[in-house]
Nanobody, 119 residues
Framework: QVQLVESGGGLVQAGGSLRLSCAASRTIFLFNAMGWFRQAPGKEREFVAAISWSVGSTSYADSVKGRFTISRDNAKNTVYLQMDSLKPEDTAVYYC????????????WGQGTQVTVSS
C-alpha cells in the first residue's frame, strides 16, 4: 500500500497563492493517475485536478481552470498543486489521491490539508 501525505496548506488572503505537495511513500508510477480533491464544510468532496501518466494529460474542474496547476516530480515521488488567484470559495480541506487502475478508481488517499482563503 502507498501512503500519501499532503502538506502546504494554510491561511492566505484572496488573490494569493499556495502550493500543495503530496508525497508518496513509494514510486508514484504504481498509480496510473493522481488527483487532488477538496471538501468544504457541509459540502460533498469534489474533484479539483488530475494528472495521468498513461494518457500524459492533466484535467481540471471548471472552477479552478486557469488558476490551479497540477504537476509531478518523479524523482521525489511527489505531486503538486499550485494554486494562484485564490478565492474565498476555494476554502476547503484538500486531499491527494492515487488511482492504480481506472476500474478501481481513486483508492489511495491522504489525510488532507486545510486551505483557508480570507476575503
Amino acid at each position: 500500500q502507498v501512503q500519501l501525505v499532503e502538506s502546504g496548506g494554510g491561511l492566505v488572503q484572496a488573490g494569493g497563492s499556495l502550493r500543495l505537495s503530496c508525497a508518496a511513500s513509494r514510486t508514484i508510477f504504481l498509480f496510473n493517475a493522481m488527483g487532488w480533491f477538496r471538501q468544504a464544510p457541509g459540502k460533498e468532496r469534489e474533484f479539483v485536478a488530475a494528472i495521468s501518466w498513461s494518457v500524459g494529460s492533466t484535467s481540471y474542474a471548471d472552477s479552478v481552470k486557469g488558476r490551479f496547476t497540477i504537476s509531478r516530480d518523479n524523482a521525489k515521488n511527489t505531486v503538486y498543486l499550485q494554486m494562484d488567484s485564490l478565492k474565498p470559495e476555494d476554502t476547503a480541506v484538500y486531499y491527494c489521491a492515487g488511482q492504480i487502475s481506472t476500474s478501481r478508481g481513486y483508492d489511495s488517499w491522504g489525510q488532507g490539508t486545510q486551505v483557508t482563503v480570507s476575503s
